[in-house]
């Protein structure tokens, strides 16, 4: 991550970070995304003065300031708007009702079994087409498609049958 990246998650959660690299690099970004220590090379050591109970403090959009950003922010949080993410029957898997999801256990045993064998079977459906053998090439990638579900050779094998549309 770059250091852009550490003062930007500092400031959006109005908190201190301490990033140390083991090839040196290292820092200290208070919670407005400021950099309060920095070091070069790998034994450096950092020192910055911390003051826990401030820094949190932030203007708003009417002109205000508010002492703690983050209990405000935590103040007016909506739980409903995330109640999708603990519901067991959220309302997309409505539309989802007719797609097979295979078990964990399947499902690990399709990516295993897809990263060797079906793999090795794709390049030998595209060397069949390569050769001529559309016929066969297709079924290959048929097979494949209804075997291996919505793991990656399953998709990849249907963006290929897609493509015998347009041939």
Do not use: C
């Given at each position: ?21 083991r ?11 400021e ?30 300031i ?6 405000r ?56 087409l ?24 399953g ?13």
């Amino acid at each position: 991550m770059s250091r852009v990246t550490f003062r930007a998650r500092a400031a959006d959660n109005f908190l201190y970070l301490v990033v140390v690299f083991r090839g040196g690099g290292s820092l200290i970004v208070g919670p407005k995304g400021e950099i309060l220590s920095e070091g070069g090379g790998p034994d450096d050591i950092l020192f910055a003065d911390i003051d826990i109970n401030s820094g949190r403090d932030a203007g708003d959009a009417l002109g205000g300031i508010t002492d703690d950003y983050r209990a405000r922010l935590f103040q007016e949080r909506n739980p409903v708007a995330y109640q999708i993410l603990v519901d067991p029957e959220p309302p997309v898997l409505a539309k989802l009702k007719d797609v097979y999801v295979p078990s964990i256990e399947t499902a690990v045993k399709l990516m295993q079994e897809g990263i060797t064998i079906g793999s090795d079977a794709y390049k030998d459906a595209e060397t069949l087409l390569a050769d001529g053998k559309v016929e066969e090439a297709r079924n290959l990638f048929e097979e494949l498609s209804e075997h291996y579900g919505t793991i990656w050779i399953g998709n990849a094998a249907r963006r290929k049958l897609k493509e015998f549309a347009y041939r």
